[in-house]
């Protein structure tokens, strides 16, 4: 597995995180996995920034965790999204939305001529 | 070896508080794991997954930072977790018979880390805030009272992106301040769109390290806008009754680009009738522009719409939704 990562840009991770949580509970590295395989092979999260944003993700209360069994039968920290989260996920993906737009606004403008 | 491992880790560190230690080891055998399963030797996955698992700096900032929250993890917790986990190297390491200066150097570097994050301090924070503030007129330079402001302030506090809504209104004499809202020699962002039923909606834009306006002197002259009747349909032509609609932005037949940020805009919902149509009247006519629009039950999803030179019926058909 390659050292170089894909940078995500400022601020994203928190959404995508919670957007993978989105689609039911998953441990830490299932959640990177998930991440690797649906951006196809773009984002690649380091371990030293996927585990704190789980933390902080959860003292804000946006996900909960749990310990349960993996699909290995191992024990797994499993983090799910609480309806709090679901509320932020749908600001900040808005809020994404709304800076992706404004971006590519400000990339494909062209100045009149006077 | 694993069982030994955290068996290790638990009776000789972790005792009770070893949560953070236990999902660091399961996502480090999940790594060594896939990449037996993709065909590397035992070896070569270790390797990977070791060359992989190398930055523990921010992940002991989080640790840290939990502890001091909860107050039920010490310091000590954090410490025997980076303990253990130097430990599991030197295990696999003496086992396989590695270069001890390595394996000292792994460990020293995680030492050092967790040194540096426990001399980091806390987040800097602005000493000082300054204000923002302005006047919004008509194009006669009429004053326009309970104007709403719609302000995002974007900031970088510890090198992380944030983004907050505020908003206000005008008094009397068209004029608006938000209180300590820009943090004085930090970095922010400043997003203002002023508001009126009845006027074009105007919005600025600017960094603090790229001023455009005097933030103490935000001053906008709105023109009347042309009343647009909004008629909200699904993909089979039947009306809307209870779609939200929010004004998103607009760009005038001269080029002049202006936003509403969706974060904190809500209040300027308007929702259709049972005809599927609502007034809107904050677009200028041949404004190329684009609204926010939710069906009732449904989610937000955002339209392109054309204003017609002299206003009137704009209809808005909005795309089956997935799986329909």
């Known amino acids: ?114 | 070896m694993f069982a030994t491992v955290r068996s290790w880790l638990r009776d000789t560190f972790l005792a009770r508080e070893s949560e953070v230690a236990d999902e660091m080891l399961f996502h480090f055998r999940s790594l060594v794991e896939d990449g037996v399963n993709s065909g590397q030797s035992f070896a070569q996955a270790w390797d990977n997954a070791e060359a992989r698992f190398g930055s523990l700096r921010h992940y002991v900032a989080a640790c840290q930072a939990a502890a001091r929250r909860r107050q039920l993890l010490g310091m000590a917790a954090v410490a025997c977790a980076l303990v253990g986990f130097g430990v599991l190297i030197i295990n696999r390491s003496e086992r396989r018979a590695v270069a001890q200066g390595r394996t000292n150097e792994l460990v020293l570097r995680a030492a050092h880390t967790a040194a540096l994050a426990s001399a980091s301090k806390a987040s800097p924070r602005a000493k000082k805030w300054q204000d923002a503030a302005g006047k919004i007129v008509d194009a006669q330079q009429q004053p326009l009272a309970e104007a709403k402001l719609l302000v995002i302030r974007k900031t970088w506090p510890s090198g992380r992106y944030r983004q907050e809504p505020f908003s206000t209104a005008t008094d009397e004499q068209g004029r608006f301040r938000f209180v300590k809202l820009l943090p004085d020699g930090a970095r922010y962002g400043l997003q203002l769109a002023a508001f009126k039923d009845g006027y074009a909606f105007k919005s600025v834009y600017q960094l603090s390290d790229e001023p455009i306006v005097d933030v103490d002197k935000i001053d906008l002259a709105l023109a009347k806008s042309t009343p647009v009747r909004l008629v909200i349909q699904d993909a089979g032509g039947n009306p809307l009754a209870k779609a939200a609609v929010i004004p998103s932005s607009r760009k005038s037949t001269g080029g002049d680009e202006h936003l509403i940020y969706f974060t904190g805009a809500e209040e300027l919902a308007k929702q259709t009738d049972d005809k599927g149509q609502l007034e809107l009247n904050c677009f200028a006519g041949g404004d190329q522009a684009q609204i926010y629009v939710r069906p009732a039950g449904g989610d937000w999803q955002e339209e392109r719409i054309a204003v017609p030179a002299q206003g009137g019926d704009v209809v808005v058909k909005l795309p089956a939704a997935e799986g329909k």
């Open chain 1, 1 to 114: 597995m390659s050292k170089a990562k894909s940078a995500l840009p400022q601020g994203s991770l928190d959404l995508v995180i919670l957007r993978t949580l989105a689609h039911g509970p998953r441990h830490g590295y299932a959640i990177a996995k998930h991440l690797h395989e649906v951006s196809a092979a773009f984002i690649e999260v380091e371990e030293g920034s996927l585990y704190p944003a789980l933390h902080r993700l959860e003292r804000r209360g946006w996900i909960e965790s749990s310990w349960g069994a993996s699909e290995a039968n191992r024990k797994a920290k499993y983090y799910k999204l609480t309806p709090q989260g679901k509320k932020q996920l749908q600001v900040e993906t808005k809020a994404w939305l709304d800076a992706a737009r404004a971006i590519e606004l400000v990339l494909t403008h062209r100045p009149t001529s006077a």
